[in-house]
């Protein structure tokens, strides 16, 4: 059987934790769809405690949306296992997600319980939900500054009462890719063992810029679900950008050796839609997704580009949906860039006109930057009209 690596997509709660973003039921289940379709394991959908809005919008995804796993968040409190097991229990594949923190810092100031209230209260809460599904993850929030050893004894009561997935969080993005390989190592030797019955599952948040580079640690330490959002979206500096982690692990088979059942020609329109619905827009050079990630402007990466594209590109842009690679025209564009645009125009122009709208457009990008198709248009017919003497010059626009 093929090693395989889990997609839990978490856009739709925690990705939507970050400030200022309030989906519908209706955004809501427009991204769970498309989500189904980009064929994700798991969607996260919400933590329908928190509001009857979402409440109303985990439910709907619940009845509406085929393929994955719908996952609901519950702190490890009756109340909230309860409330989540009534939004998916029209699933097809409902999971109930029971988090509570194991750090000394969550226990003494926000929770305020010993290491065996927790461990106490992990088990009644797992086991509640467990007595609703089969499909049950616990996660030790804040398990990066947790004591390991804790983080493993309440793993293991968490899957004593009835949990298939541990998830490890570094919930504040403290980790380094060793420490946290380490960590979930121990959890993969101790918790899971030999059990095909439990996977080990990794959530990284982005306030040191290691959330991928820790998921992927995670993975080679035998971590067979990775959780995340479209875009990086989520509290503070984000989550794990799922369209990273997916790329990373297809384009670097070669080095991680495991598989990933994602449609990834619909990363990009899943991208897409996920900005449009937050508001959240992409940098330009964001990894995958950003307008520049297959945008070249530099005359020696443009030549090499135009002649054989992997010379400077290591995935194919359609291999994420986003159609070809793109040459920009600006002040480092050499004459092979330039005459490609030409030839994308339908320009066509003899040496002379060539030579002086390549000069002119030099010009015209010291001072715009990027030189769109109407300027290169507009630069040659002004060369064209500047020119008395018509010696050698030829041009034809189409
Ligand atoms: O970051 C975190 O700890 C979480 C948990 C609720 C899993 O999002
Ligand atoms: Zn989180």
Request: glycine share 8%; hydrophobic share 40%; charged share 25%.
């Amino acid at each position: 059987m093929e090693d395989r690596v889990r997609i839990f997509d978490s856009t739709l709660r925690d990705g939507e934790q970050a400030p200022g973003i309030a989906l519908d039921p209706d955004q809501k289940v427009a991204i769970a769809s498309q989500l189904a379709r980009l064929g994700v394991d798991i969607i996260e959908a919400g933590f329908p405690i928190s509001s009857p809005g979402d409440f109303r919008a985990v439910t709907r995804i619940a009845q509406e949306v085929q393929g994955p796993t719908i996952a609901a968040l519950a702190r490890a409190q009756a109340k909230d296992v309860d409330r989540a097991w009534e939004a998916i229990r029209h699933a097809a594949d409902p999971r109930i997600h029971v988090f509570l923190a194991t750090s000394a810092i969550h226990m003494q100031h926000k929770l305020r319980m010993d290491e065996e209230e927790v461990i106490t209260t992990v088990k009644t809460n797992v086991g509640r939900a467990r007595d609703y599904t089969e499909n049950v993850e616990y996660s030790p929030e804040d398990a990066t500054r947790s004591d390991p050893d804790f983080v493993v004894a309440v793993c293991l009561a968490a899957v004593e009462a009835g949990a298939t997935t541990v998830n490890i969080p570094d919930t504040v993005g403290y980790a380094t890719p060793s420490d946290y390989g380490t960590l979930i190592k121990r959890v993969v030797d101790e918790v899971k063992g030999n059990r095909d019955d439990v996977v080990v599952s990794t959530h990284c948040h982005n306030d040191l810029g290691l959330a991928v580079a820790n998921s992927l640690a995670a993975v080679e330490a035998g971590a067979r679900q990775v959780e995340g959002a479209i875009n990086g979206i989520g509290e503070r500096a984000g989550n794990t950008s799922i369209e990273e982690v997916v790329m990373a692990l297809r384009v670097r088979a070669d080095a991680y050796g495991v598989g990933v059942g994602v449609t990834t020609e619909e990363i990009y329109e899943t991208s897409k839609l996920v900005s449009e619905q937050t508001g959240y827009p992409i940098q330009f050079n964001k990894a995958i997704v950003g307008r520049n990630a297959f945008a070249h402007e530099s005359g020696i990466h443009q030549h090499g580009v135009l002649r054989e594209r992997t010379t400077y590109e290591i995935m194919d842009p359609m291999a994420v949906g986003m159609g070809n690679s793109v040459i920009v025209i600006g002040k480092h564009s050499g004459r092979a860039a330039f005459k490609h645009s030409l030839d994308q125009l339908g320009i066509e122009v003899g040496d002379a006109v060539f030579e002086r709208s390549f000069a002119r457009m030099k010009e015209v990008a010291d001072h715009s930057g990027e030189v769109t198709p109407d300027e290169i248009r507009a630069i040659v017919e002004e060369v064209i009209s500047g020119i008395e003497v018509l010696d050698g010059v030829t041009a034809s626009f189409q």
